[in-house]
């Protein structure tokens, strides 16, 4: 019997682990691009730097 023709591979409770598992790295991955997006984008303008403020309150 070769790995894979173990009863493992038969068992429906392997396939969601691995499709759980797989779904979770892909989140994370595309969870870690957003996060770089947004800590690489240029700050916004400080209100005092030559544009007015919009809400004087």
């Known amino acids: 019997m070769s790995l894979l023709d173990a009863p493992i ?3 429906p409770g ?3 682990v691995l499709g759980v598992s797989l779904l979770s790295i892909v989140v994370a991955i595309a969870m870690h691009q957003v996060i ?10 400080e209100p005092g730097a030559g544009q007015p403020d919009k ?3």
């Open 55 to 57: 809400n004087p309150d």
């Open 9 to 11: 591979w038969h068992d």
């Open 36 to 45: 770089r997006r947004v800590l690489r984008a240029p700050p916004p303008p």
């Open 14 to 16: 392997t396939w969601i």
